[in-house]
């Protein structure tokens, strides 16, 4: 189960990668923890998949891995670059992303994955 460690102080950091969802449809905004555990990045930035690692039931959220993997696992992408060490997010799970413009490009099985969901993958 994920956790959400809400006494340490908000620090900035630096953005990144705001092209990646070019169209937000719809999805859950915030309260959305994600399991970071493995995930190398001290940021998951905006447009990146999410997975369902557990049930319907008992969802286990967490940041897709960064080869691609889990496609048939994706439930959506992140919606605003979160910290690793804060990892409550939205999620976008309708609309239209620009893979190019994310920093892990999502491969032709993921995009595929995500289409069936209602994020469309259009590139500038």
Do not use: C
Not at 53 to 77: R, W
Not at 94 to 100: C, F, V
């Amino acid at each position: 189960m994920a956790t959400l460690d809400l006494s340490t102080t908000e620090q900035e950091f630096e953005g990144g990668y705001d092209a990646a969802i070019k169209h937000y449809i719809h999805g859950k905004e915030g309260g959305l923890v994600l399991d970071t555990t493995g995930f190398p990045d001290d940021v998951i930035f905006k447009g990146h998949g999410i997975i369902n690692d557990g049930t319907a039931e008992a969802p286990i959220y967490k940041p897709q891995p960064i080869d691609g993997s889990l496609h048939e696992k994706l439930v959506g992408v992140v919606r605003s670059n979160t910290k690793k060490s804060k990892p409550s997010t939205g999620m976008m799970t309708q609309g239209t992303i620009n893979s190019n413009a994310t920093k892990y490009p999502f491969n032709a099985n993921s995009i595929a994955a995500l289409k069936l969901l209602g994020i469309h993958n259009q590139v500038d």
